[in-house]
């Protein structure tokens, strides 16, 4: 499995799902990325003559109450999904990989300690420790990041925790210990490139979850500000109107459900490429 | 001379698994004795063998030699200095390499053979000897091709991921090399090999090596001198060749009638040994060996016996070792 | 003499691989007869693991049948239907592995599994099938029969638990019995024992048993007859006796010279076997031992040797084998 990159490659593409998922996942990044190019109009741009019109030739998916192009703001709500999703799952397994390796590795009385922080933190539930912070610190973009970093760091360091205890009891460890390997050397050259394959597996199925997070605080006005396109905006914006244009509420949810299937698919594809049992040997 | 390695006196004790209210409890937890008041020394350039069952505590004698695992009582020392501190330590293992049974496991499992080679430069601090080619030179020296040095770990074959072990073992040109179970596992064209290998390198460099197995025919054809472990005690020691010849404690004896015969012609019509090592949490009374032992007598189960030298160099740990040999 | 009970016939066996068709076996040729142990020998690479499993029809994925077959109660096992192979497996044929944590639910006691592998036997309750589990332990040498039966099989030690594998794959009376290194994993002294336990089984069992290892020890100890398997092929087969004795191939002449048990005194250099095996996706056109052998000749290397009956029911692979 570790003979290189190239052979993770090759599993992933030999998996139909995960050709799928990489497909659409990649599709989302390019949105993200080239916005501006690729949006037909300014999404914040207000014409108020073209309101709820129905999806034509000039608007592919219409307009909002506002007049403003959907397509766009759909596009440009990939910019804010994929940032919010990306910067926070990033930071917070960051964050878990870190503390994860530390309280695996380190002496017990910090293991016991860190374990005690992360269950307090799990044990509040997720929705009213978000509202509690945001109460506090106001809705906005950087207040969403860091509520989901929270949240999500307990889960990661207590995963990368339990990987790095049973790695630690293995052989080739205890050879490092042997050499007078430093426990930075051991950390960093040892445990953390076999830990750190499995946890991209769990950061990329998670992607989804925060995105639909960020939907939901931002339709709850909890999260990303108007007029800031957002998935979540357009879908709430979608429902407020439901009565003059029923159509808004399903473009918002599309790219919604196609961005949890296509990372699902990629993580699923990314774990069972990375998983040496899946992998067939032949035996002689 | 002084010894290279000597241990003293060596007892080790584990915490073992708690139950219930025993966990509670700081202390209450049973206490197992894995090592009891063992001693051993290695001398420059001799190839001990430590024979024993599975459960016997050869592996943890040689992670206590190591300072991987802190033994609860006696005492270590290295070239006449005592081993204690975690800098006594650090310096034993510069000078000391330890080869584990599972040489695959024992490797890194997502770094090339190359980077692992060149580790324990790096680690402390010393120049590469040959530059950019040193870990081709290594494998070389070990009798593998240059090109292994790209590949992973698990790309390996039985043989080839212990030559590489071997390779590694040799970085520093140590002084010990305390081998675990170094030819478990390999077919025994390879395992000749590998034994071919190890005595060569003594040969030349003048190591010393400490050979953990329960194979008796290695230790029979490699090393110099050889201990019986039983149970975390030392049952017998001395030179290969006389104990082979005349084992005086009947679990030697037991090994070495115990172990098959690749002729059909001298098949043994009886067992050699019945039942099984006891755990360390039942640790029978008196002389461990009793419950197995062919010639128990009421005294064994109650009178621990004590090392007795029936030569210089020969140690046995048996009430009646002389009477019973015959 | 009685006919075979189990007959392997020119069985080739090749595994899909990167590079092209490994052909782990190649042409093989073995039988066990009623009341026979034979042991196949060799080392890892030389094709007695798929030998094993083709015998237990439990072939990996990717192994493809290219020539040959295994003949079980008159008909080729290795084509029937998978409801038939499962009937044959445990019922006919069952197996004990090297790892035998392996052959245990580690969920499920030991006594409702050995309840269990009875299911195809009819008209016998719940309770009289435990009597049944709990008499094969017995006779197993597990001196606590009953409170074995409510054990998991972590609660047994090594040796403990083989003993459990051999009454599971008794239990059933199998008329052929194939054990894939069944001491590889035990001490020297549970080894010792479980070959004890597998030659007083032999007494009163009528069927035949297949004992795959890489140790000679194992195979003088226990066998009748042995075939000898170097790079997929069976390179000589014989008494155990005749083979140890007067070894006619020179693979099998240099891999007990290798064993160090068969060393009496210590030598500075153990004998070893020079250069590597071939390699098995372009299988060498001649004999596959020749570059290996110290007497190989051109027609060694141009021509691949045929069976030469060297003595009463003695067979080796090798163009020397009478000089």
């Known amino acids: 499995m570790a003979s290189g990159k190239r052979n993770v490659w090759r599993a992933l593409l030999a998996e139909p799902l995960g050709v799928m998922g990489g497909a659409i996942v990649l599709t989302f990044v390019i949105m993200a990325l080239f916005a501006p190019w690729l949006a037909p109009y300014d999404p914040l741009k207000i014409d108020v003559m073209h309101k709820f019109s129905n ?5 592919w998916a219409g307009t909002d109450q506002l007049g403003r192009d959907l397509l766009s703001r759909i596009i440009y709500g990939a910019r804010t999904a994929l940032g919010v999703a990306i910067t926070a799952t990033g930071i917070a397994g960051l964050a878990g990989i870190l503390l994860g390796l530390v309280a695996g590795y380190g002496p017990r009385w910090l293991d016991s300690l860190l374990i005690l922080c992360f269950d307090s933190m799990t044990s509040l539930p997720m929705i009213m420790f978000a509202l509690a912070v945001i109460t506090v610190l106001g809705p906005s973009t950087a207040t969403l990041i860091l509520v989901i970093i929270l949240v999500s760091i307990p889960g990661y360091a207590r995963f ?104 699902t698919f990629l993580g699923e594809a990314l774990r069972d490429a990375l998983d040496p049992r899946l992998q067939l040997r032949t035996l002689t | ?133 040193t870990a081709e030179i290594m494998l070389e020296r070990v009798g593998l091709a240059p090109s292994i040095a790209q590949r992973y770990p698990h790309e390996l074959s039985g043989g080839q991921a212990r030559r590489v072990s ?161 | 003499m009685s006919a075979p009970l189990i007959k392997v016939d020119d069985l080739s066996i090749a595994y899909a691989s990167e590079e092209g068709p490994l052909q782990a076996l190649r042409h093989a040729t073995l039988e066990a007869r009623a009341g026979e142990a034979i042991g196949i020998v060799g080392e890892s690479g030389c094709g007695k693991s798929t030998l094993a499993s083709a015998l237990i029809n439990l072939l990996a994925r990717n192994a493809k049948v290219t020539s040959g077959g295994v003949m079980f109660d008159g008909r080729d096992i290795l084509s029937v239907s998978d409801e038939e192979k499962r009937r044959l497996r445990g019922r006919h044929i069952a197996m004990i592995f090297q790892d035998p944590m392996t052959s245990f639910n580690p969920v499920l006691t030991i006594g409702e599994q050995l309840v269990d592998f009875q299911d195809q036997r009819e008209g016998l309750s719940k309770s009289e099938k435990r009597q049944q589990a709990a008499a ?72 035949a ?38 070894p006619r191939h020179p693979y099998t002449q240099a891999l007990i010279a290798c064993d160090p048990a068969n060393l009496h005194e210590q030598t500075p250099v153990l004998p070893t076997i020079p250069g590597r095996l071939p390699d098995l996706v372009n299988p060498p056109m001649g004999c596959s031992f020749a570059a290996r052998c110290a007497r190989a000749h051109e027609r060694c290397r141009n021509e691949a040797p045929d069976y030469v009956e060297v003595g009463p029911r003695h067979w080796a692979r090798c163009h020397e084998a009478l000089s």
């Open chain 1, 55 to 59: 999806p034509s030739l000039a608007h």
């Open chain 1, 160 to 263: 990368i925790r339990a990987q790095t205890l049973s790695l630690t009891r293995s052989d080739f460890i205890m050879a490092e210990q042997a050499m007078n390997a430093s426990n930075a050397r051991i950390i960093l050259r040892h445990l953390l490139p076999n830990v750190v394959g499995q946890l991209l597996v769990v950061l990329s199925m998670d992607i989804p979850v925060v995105i639909m997070l960020e939907a939901g605080l931002s339709y709850l006005s909890l999260g990303v500000k108007p007029p800031t396109p957002s998935w979540g905006n357009i879908l709430y914006d979608g429902y407020v109107s439901l009565r003059q244009s029923p159509g808004m509420v399903i473009v918002a949810g599309i790219p919604l459900i196609l961005a949890t299937l296509g990372f």
């Open chain 2, 1 to 133: 001379m002084s010894a290279l390695y000597d241990v003293n006196n060596v007892s080790l004790d584990l915490v073992g698994p708690a139950s219930g209210l025993q966990r509670l409890l700081p202390g209450s937890a049973p206490r197992m004795t894995i090592l009891s008041s063992l001693s051993l020394s290695i001398g420059h350039g001799e190839m001990l063998g430590l024979v024993g069952e599975s459960g016997s505590g050869k592996s943890t004698l040689a992670r206590a030699m190591m300072g991987l695992v802190d033994i609860t009582d006696g005492s270590l020392s290295f070239e006449g200095r005592p081993v204690k501190s975690r800098t006594d330590f650090m310096k034993v293992r510069q000078q000391t390499a330890l080869m584990f049974q599972d040489a695959v496991a024992s490797l890194s499992p997502r770094r090339k053979v190359a980077a692992q080679l060149i580790e324990p430069f790096e680690i402390n601090g010393v120049p590469r000897p040959d530059g950019d080619r």
């Open chain 2, 166 to 326: 071997v390779a590694r073992a040799l970085a520093l040109k140590p002084k010990l090399v305390i081998a675990d179970e170094p030819t478990a596992g390999l077919d025994v064209s390879v395992q000749a090999e590998i034994l071919n290998l190890m005595t060569g390198l003594r040969r030349d460099m003048g190591l010393s090596f400490l050979i953990i197995t329960h194979n008796l025919a290695v230790v029979r054809h490699v090393t110099d001198r050889v201990a019986v472990l039983y149970l975390g005690r030392m049952a017998e020691w001395g030179p290969t060749r006389e104990v082979f010849a005349m084992p005086y404690h009947p679990y030697t004896r037991s090994l070495i009638a115990a172990e098959p015969q690749a002729d059909p012609r001298k098949r043994r019509a009886d067992l050699a040994l019945k039942g099984e090592i006891p755990s360390v949490l039942a640790r029978p009374s008196g002389c461990e060996f009793h419950a197995r032992c062919p010639l128990a007598r009421p005294r064994c189960a109650v009178e621990e016996p004590q090392p007795n030298m029936i030569t210089p160099d020969r140690m046995v740990r048996c009430h009646f070792a002389e009477e019973t040999r015959t």
């Open chain 3, 136 to 207: 094969m332990l017995k006779r197993v040498g597990i001196s606590d029969p009953v409170r074995c039966l409510d054990r998991y099989v972590h609660e047994l030690s090594g040796g403990m638990r083989q003993r459990a594998a051999i009454a599971a794959a008794l239990l059933m009376a199998p008329q052929v019995l194939v054990a894939d290194e069944p001491t590889t994993a035990l001490d020297v002294t549970m080894e010792a024992q479980i070959i004890h336990l597998l030659r007083e089984l032999r007494r009163d069992y009528n069927g």
């Open chain 3, 209 to 246: 048993i297949v004992i795959v290892t890489h140790h000679l020890g194992v195979v003088g100890e226990l066998c009748d007859r042995v075939y000898v398997m170097y790079a997929g092929e069976v390179v000589e087969e014989g008494s155990t006796d005749d083979v140890y004795h007067q």
